[in-house]
């Protein structure tokens, strides 16, 4: 324990996910190392078997382990007895599917895609949840992780609607440029100014309550890969940076109105 003032800080436990080379994972790693995060890393997963992040965490003696996300209906019970694995019923799937919103987004009306994407998300998200559970992690942690999770995992890890427990990096400013190429979306629409957000995760694609952001300008000679260095650079701080406020117990979720009446989720920084 940590005391701090007349606080006693304990240690925290984080999952990490990752889908290559890892480096945001390590900078945490090493942030709590030294105690700039107070947290321990309990398990590095990935969607990647091949992810050289996972090399680097075993060499770390960091658990970790693959969610398989290419698992497809239909499978049933033969094939869940035969392959030990479960699988969502048919109702789970279309529950997650009306709340996940990013499903819409991406498929429009194409019932069947939007059902085999969620389908085979909540496989590997169920693994993740089983790992989550088992390691009593108080923090999921996507770092330069490729999927975008669902409803599913989002509803399991919070604890209310008012205690996210998942949260993201995202290489642009949000709301601007979501997806999966934020630097190089920056670049190519002529801005001077880019930047990372580090978020808590929603039923969204990069839609979630921002946590805290790094404005990066974008320098005359930049080209995706010079800006996406410099980037990275920051990210880097930012991302040990949020965590640690989430440590401290320092982040209030709060309700706020938007122009149209419609409401909205914003971080307060306590």
Known sequence: MDREGDVIMT???????ISGTGTNM???????????????????GSDNSNAKGLIWAQDNKIPTFVADYTKKPPLGIEQEKQDNIWVPSDDAVRRVMTKSTFVKKWFGDNFGAQY????????????????????NIDLLVAAGFMEVFTSFIIDEMNNGEYNPRIVNIHPALLPSFPGVDGYGDTIRYGCKVGGC???????????????GQCAIPVLPDDDVVSFKERGLQEEYKLFPEC??????????????????????KIVKIL
Do not use: W
Not at 12 to 17: D, L, N, P, S
């Open 11 to 17: 240690r925290k436990k984080i999952g990490i996910m």
């Open 116 to 135: 085999v994407c969620v389908y085979r998300k909540m496989i590997a998200e169920h693994h993740i949840l089983a790992k989550a559970r088992e390691y």
């Open 26 to 44: 390590q900078a945490i790693t090493r942030a709590c190392q030294i105690g700039y995060v107070d947290a321990d890393v309990a398990f590095v």
């Open 197 to 211: 957000t580090v978020h808590f995760v929603d039923y969204g694609e990069d839609t979630g309550p921002i946590i």
């Open 243 to 264: 965590i640690q406020l989430f440590v401290q117990g320092k982040l209030k979720l709060e309700t706020t109105k938007e122009n149209n009446d419609s409401t909205r």
